[in-house]
Antibody
Framework: VQLVQSGAEVKKPGASVRVSCRASGYSFTGFWIHWVRQAPGQGPEWMGWINPRNGRTKYGQKFQGRVTMTRDTSITTAYMDLTGLKSNDTATYYC?????????????WGQGTPVTVSS | QSVLTQPPSVSGTPGQSVTISCSGGRSNIKINSVNWYRQLPGTAPKLLIYSDDERPSGVPDRFSASKSATSASLAIRGLQSEDEADYYCAAWDDILNEYFFGTGTKVTVL
């Protein structure tokens, strides 16, 4: 199982960012993909999940209205779009595969994508 | 702000046992599974324990976990230098309808 994420991003306040997560080594549509971010020196923060089988999503309250999670099953890739970036969105963003749908434990993680928001 | 509280740090000497606590509430730990992750600097978290007390394949049996009421704990037996890392508990909260990671515990091997 591998989750390979896109590279580091530097964005200005107010901009948007898209992070991709290419999955391999397992049935992409069989397991939810979660997105977790971690600001420098802070603990992980859950952002939401997407069910790759049907595209259904659930977002954390803090991110509702700013985050969109999508997927392209033809290339087994999940995407996380975050709009209206602020300096406190500076963090490393991870995708993670859920071990069992709805069980909320993440058995494989991407390598992380650093996103820096700075003017 | 997390609903799961952990001690900021614990320490021990090689070979000792240490325990990390995770304090939550009736809407998270009491009724949902607790998972534990270990994170080395600059790397992604790694699943250590899932469903309260299950170890994924490849995780040594030096790591064990338990849960009682609104608290959970992770025990590391036979502490090794490679265990120096940040440890996080995590659980779903039914009232807030979100998944929370704990505040994190840094384990130091003296």
């Amino acid at each position: 199982v591998q989750l390979v994420q896109s590279g580091a991003e530097v964005k200005k306040p107010g901009a948007s960012v898209r992070v991709s997560c290419r999955a391999s080594g397992y049935s992409f549509t069989g397991f939810w993909i979660h997105w977790v971010r971690q600001a420098p020196g802070q603990g992980p923060e859950w952002m939401g999940w997407i069910n790759p089988r049907n595209g259904r999503t659930k977002y954390g309250q803090k991110f509702q209205g700013r985050v969109t999670m999508t997927r392209d099953t033809s290339i087994t890739t999940a995407y996380m779009d975050l709009t209206g970036l602020k300096s406190n969105d500076t963090a490393t963003y991870y995708c993670a595969k859920e071990g069992g749908n709805g069980d909320y434990f993440f058995d494989f993680w991407g390598q992380g994508t650093p996103v820096t928001v700075s003017s | 702000q997390s609903v799961l509280t952990q001690p900021p740090s614990v320490s021990g000497t090689p070979g000792q046992s240490v325990t990390i606590s995770c304090s939550g509430g009736r809407s998270n730990i009491k009724i949902n599974s607790v998972n534990w992750y270990r994170q080395l600097p600059g790397t992604a978290p790694k699943l250590l324990i899932y469903s309260d007390d299950e170890r994924p394949s490849g995780v040594p049996d030096r790591f064990s976990a338990s849960k009682s009421a609104t608290s959970a704990s992770l025990a590391i037996r036979g502490l090794q230098s490679e265990d120096e890392a940040d440890y996080y508990c995590a659980a779903w909260d039914d009232i807030l309808n979100e998944y929370f990671f704990g505040t994190g515990t840094k384990v130091t091997v003296l």
